[in-house]
């Protein structure tokens, strides 16, 4: 399993920004994938998540209504559509597989303990964000 996220770059505060994460292997709608970002010297954080098989998302408080997930079974795709950008949402962006969209708890914002990330089994190489104030 091979995932390759792509449409990083800089941009400036207010501007969007559309990331895809391109999976290889079988089975792709059968999986969720989520979201990270981190920046140096900080924990990776969860930012949203997709459950391939039916379409369920979930996000965290911080994206407050401007990140949409959203996937393409058909080409084994899900993109993080990333509008009103602003400085804080600098940092390299991860796409990972999980059997579900595992996270703290069932109810409440996407959110994952670091002590859960090990059921993301695969994640790709990520992808650079930066957003000029």
């Known amino acids: 399993v091979q995932l390759v996220e792509s449409g990083g770059g800089l941009v400036q505060a207010g501007a969007s920004l559309r990331l895809s994460c391109a999976a290889s292997g079988r089975a792709f709608s059968s999986y969720a994938i989520g979201w990270f970002r981190q920046v140096p010297g900080k924990e990776r954080e969860a930012v949203s998540c997709i459950e391939n098989s039916v379409g369920k998302t979930f996000h965290a408080e911080f994206v407050k209504g401007r990140f949409t997930i959203s996937n393409d079974i058909a080409n084994d795709t899900v993109f993080l559509q990333m509008n009103d950008l602003n400085a804080a949402d600098t940092a390299v962006y991860y796409c990972?597989?999980?059997?579900?969209?595992?996270?703290?708890?069932?109810?409440?914002?996407?959110?994952?303990?670091?002590?859960?990330?090990?059921?993301?089994?695969?994640w790709g190489q990520g992808t650079q964000v930066t957003v000029s104030s």
């Open positions: 990972a597989r999980a059997p579900w969209c595992v996270r703290n708890s069932d109810s409440g914002p996407y959110l994952v303990h670091q002590s859960l990330r090990f059921q993301y089994d695969y």
